[in-house]
């Protein structure tokens, strides 16, 4: 039997897709559900009842570690600790390092983070850094980043990179053995505070 790999998104939309032994698309499945607790487990199981698929054949699972909303993230992070504990391998990486996997030197990535703040991520091809900028001073923070030649990405963008160059990214990923920790837009005090 091949070596199939299980794939999870929540960050944003539940995505669940199935990847041969040569990390090209089987199956992928998304759904328009922003709340994935309650559907993860459904889709998961008609993603592999589709292939005749058992989930302990899976020879591991990747998922999206971030960022996102702390209950969005933790329902992969949920899914890959049932894996770790059934000692099936687990990789993850995050959204805003899909286009340095994929070999892009300078870049700047956002996404809106909700209470009226974007999580912007840059890499200059060395080093990175990341902050929440505030709604009206995105357009002036990514306007000074494309007259400095960085390249514009957002969620969208890296979810369309993941189906499209699945071969080549997750090789990477495999290759490196990433396996990074949950990411969220803030703290946890932060996010909680009243």
Known sequence: MPNYYLFIDTSEVLKVGLLNEKLAWVSFKETGEKKTSSIVHKVIYEVLKDQQINFMDLGGLFFLAGPGSYTGIRVSEGIAGICTWQQLPVFSFHHFEVPQLLGHKAYIWYKN???????????????????LIKDDALEFYLDNGVNNNYSLFTSVDTSKEIIKSSEKLFKV?????????????RTLEQEFHR
């Open 113 to 131: 983070a909700f209470k009226g703040e974007f999580f912007a991520y840059k890499w200059d091809g060395v080093s990175c850094s990341h902050e």
């Open 173 to 185: 990923v495999l290759k490196d053995k990433l396996l990074r920790a949950p990411y969220y837009y």
